[in-house]
């Protein structure tokens, strides 16, 4: 059974930065395409991003292209989502997502989830 480990979430001022990390266990890494998604209180589960599992092609929600980078790192059986230019509207849970098929930008295209990792953004 593979279990998905979020880290990295916490407080920062509107313009700054956060790094999360989505630790892999279980099985390898590899073996997964891997997605993050976010939900804010009231809202549903939102598309951030998206990575193939060598890492050659991304996706990105339309919020936060340009914002934000999504990458791997196999051999530590890690997954990042590097969040710049934070805004207000970004606050919420952020969730790592694991799936044996294509990358896809729907929570039903993924097998796998973390327990998430709050995001807040103060404005």
């Known amino acids: 059974q593979v279990q998905l480990v979020e880290s990295g979430g916490g407080l920062v001022q509107a313009g700054g930065s956060l790094r999360l990390s989505c630790a892999v266990s279980?099985?390898?890494?590899?073996?997964?395409?891997m997605g993050w998604f976010r939900q804010a209180p009231g809202k549903g589960r939102e598309f951030v991003a998206a990575?193939?599992?060598?890492?050659?092609?991304?996706k990105y929600g339309d919020t936060v292209k340009g914002r934000f980078t999504i990458s791997r790192d196999n051999a530590k059986n890690t997954v990042y989502l590097q969040m710049n230019s934070l805004k207000h509207e970004d606050t919420a849970v952020y969730y790592c997502?694991?799936?044996?098929?294509?990358?896809?930008?729907?929570?039903?295209?993924?097998?796998?989830w973390g327990q998430g990792t709050q995001v807040t953004v103060s404005s």
């Open positions: 997502a694991a799936t044996l098929w294509a990358v896809a930008t729907t929570p039903g295209g993924y097998n796998y």
């Open positions: 279980g099985r390898t890494l590899s073996s997964y395409a």
């Open positions: 990575i193939t599992r060598s890492g050659d092609s991304t």
